[in-house]
């Protein structure tokens, strides 16, 4: 298997679903933050989240218990359990919350970048603040187009119940801000979706 190809995939064995050199990229940006920062409990603690999912570390980076190596999905949901629980127990400490984001974007569960950078769908492919690449977009703006085609088909079928018709047409309507908010963020569409404005070039 070729380096590009291992890459795209998940780290092998682990709960992760995020490409490696996602992964790479976004943790190199974080422990360099981290670097800078002050807050050493919090540093330590985003560290053992990715060291932890990615079967680095026996510890848990939450609760310090023992788990697999790697860890399992149950394993990393339980600690983002655990930080949750801390927060509405209203600790103090936010190393917890650091933890539970990486850990959360990591399986899948949260698409946003789990720092702050100023470009952070560079981080993973995308572009600015998107997190997908314009090829992903322009695929799912492909799949609202032919949802679309067969919702207005359906809409004026006078076959299928009026209630049918109906869905159809509601389903239509969602399709097209579907397609019109794809359009904008590809930049296809100069006015904003949701706010009817122009936005400047």
């Not at 053992?48 to 026996?58: H, I, K, P, Q």
Request: charged share 25%; aromatic share 2%; net charge negative.
């Amino acid at each position: 298997m070729d380096a590009d190809r291992i890459d795209e995939a998940p780290p092998r064995g682990t709960a992760i679903v995020r490409p490696l050199r996602h992964v790479r990229a976004v943790r190199e940006h974080d422990a360099a933050q981290s670097a800078d920062s002050s807050e050493a409990a919090a540093e330590s603690c985003s560290a053992r989240a990715w060291a932890g999912a990615l079967g680095e570390s026996t510890a848990a980076p939450i609760t310090g218990r023992v788990t697999a190596i790697p860890p399992s999905r149950s394993d990393i949901e339980a600690e983002i359990t655990a930080a949750d629980e801390r927060g509405l127990r209203g600790d103090q400490d936010n190393s917890a919350d650091a933890a539970a984001i990486i850990l959360r974007w990591l399986i899948g569960n949260d698409d946003h970048v789990p720092i702050a950078v100023e470009n952070p769908g560079e981080l993973v492919g995308g572009f600015g603040d998107v997190v997908r690449s314009p090829e992903q977009i322009a695929g799912i703006l492909a799949l609202a187009a032919e949802g679309l085609r067969q919702a207005a088909a359906q809409g004026r079928d006078l076959d299928v119940g009026a209630d049918a018709r109906a869905f159809a047409r509601q389903d239509a309507d969602y399709l097209n801000g579907v397609m019109a908010t794809l359009a904008w963020v590809l930049g296809e569409r100069a006015s904003s979706p949701t706010r009817a404005r122009t936005l400047a070039s």
